[in-house]
């Protein structure tokens, strides 16, 4: 039997079409039927709680969501969140980049340890940072108590706007080690002679990293921008881990699984994930278009 079936599979196309086709049937069970139903669910009155309550509302889910002020805020919220992380990632990625680049003892000590945050799970990290700013015996309250700064630890997590920056703060610190792998990279294959040739017609530090480095990586900093961007709009283990459902750092994500799994209004979520979807393909659409202009033809 084994070897008919090894004579069978001899034949190229034939071992091709055994490859593709179980693949075909788990795309198909696991991401493209989930889709749809999610699709088809985002026009009915749907709550998994009454099930015998289903029926047709068109597009009132959709003018719910739009019109839901919990979801305008989330999306407001994450905006910022979006802004910050984008900011402060590629400021802080391509810093530890330049000194990575840079030959000195110990450097691959240190890219080791540069990234590990990466390689901390999500869900790790959220309560990593949790634990740190508990407002009862946290670490940062510790520090800051022992430097005398703070006279009584103080509930940072209980302050909206602290709270969301250290919501921010925690993605930061996981997503930093990816980027800084970006430009690492980037910056090792650029030819040490154009530095040369820069100091030859008398460029400092400063001409040399204005006109050869960053040209190199405007090409790789589009694409980190774009990822980060991406992964902050859809950020949900750390926030999650670090806050729950908390109203401060409540972004469209985790008021999607909220409303969907947690209350069962599955008729709604499913509206609202395809809002955020589409809200995130014009975000990222608007870069790229406005990346492409700055950038011109080749």
Known sequence: MFKKLSNWLDNEKRLAYAVIIPSIFLLTGFAYYPAIQSFRFSFLQYNIKMPGRIRFNGLSNYMEVLGDPIFLRSVVRVLYFMVVATLFVIIISLIIALVLNKRFPGRGILRTIVIIPWAIPPVVNGYLWKWIFNGEYGAFNGL???????????????????????????????????????FLGVLQS???????????????????????????????????????????????????????????????MIYNYELTFEMGRFGRGSAMAYLIGILLFILTMFYIKMNVKRSGPE
């Open 190 to 252: 650029i030819p040490n002679e154009l530095y040369e040739a820069a100091r030859a017609d008398g460029a400092g530090a400063i001409g040399q990293f204005f006109y050869i480095t960053l040209p190199s990586l405007d090409r790789v900093g589009a694409i980190a921008v774009i990822l980060i961007l991406i992964q902050s709009f859809t950020v949900f283990d750390d926030i999650y881990s670090l806050m729950g459902f908390d109203e401060s750092t409540k972004t469209p």
């Open 144 to 182: 800051l108590f022992q430097l005398g700064i703070i006279e009584t630890y103080r509930f940072w997590l209980n302050n909206p706007f602290i709270a969301l920056n250290i919501a921010a703060f925690t993605f930061i610190w996981r997503f930093t080690p990816f980027i800084t792998i970006l």
